[in-house]
């Protein structure tokens, strides 16, 4: 599977940006799909993550409330909906699948569950 994630760029403090994963190569209908993000001279850590159904999504505590996933099958597109945007979300944003099967949030967290990778892409929140 290859990943391209889009919709990257420059926003203010309080403001919105959507986020794709488009997948080809392969359906993305039997993944899981993760989000990740890494800041400038931090580790990567974990966003969110949907289910291959898109019932059941695992959020870090840090996003809750503000940002949202879902999936397009169909279209083999992920989203990342991220609302009321903090400096602190600033980081290259890196969407992700898995063919592993995890059932709980500590699976869903962990980078070494993705099989696949996208090449990130950038989300700056001015303050």
């Known amino acids: 599977v290859q990943l391209q994630a889009s919709g990257g760029g420059l926003v203010q403090a309080g403001g919105s940006l959507r986020l794709s994963c488009a997948a080809s190569g392969r359906t993305i209908s039997n993944y899981d799909m993760g989000w990740f993000r890494q800041a400038p001279g931090k580790e990567r850590e974990f966003v969110v993550a949907?289910?291959?159904?898109?019932?059941?999504?695992y959020y870090a505590d840090s996003v809750k409330g503000r940002l949202t996933t879902s999936r397009d099958n169909a279209k083999n597109i992920v989203y990342l909906q991220m609302n009321s945007l903090k400096p602190e979300d600033t980081a290259v944003y890196y969407c992700?699948?898995?063919?592993?099967?995890?059932?709980?949030?500590?699976?869903?967290?962990?980078?070494?569950?993705?099989?696949?990778w996208g090449q990130g892409t950038l989300v700056t929140v001015s303050s």
């Open positions: 992700a699948a898995s063919s592993l099967y995890c059932s709980n949030y500590a699976c869903y967290a962990s980078s070494y569950e993705y099989d696949y």
């Open positions: 949907i289910r291959w159904s898109g019932f059941g999504t």
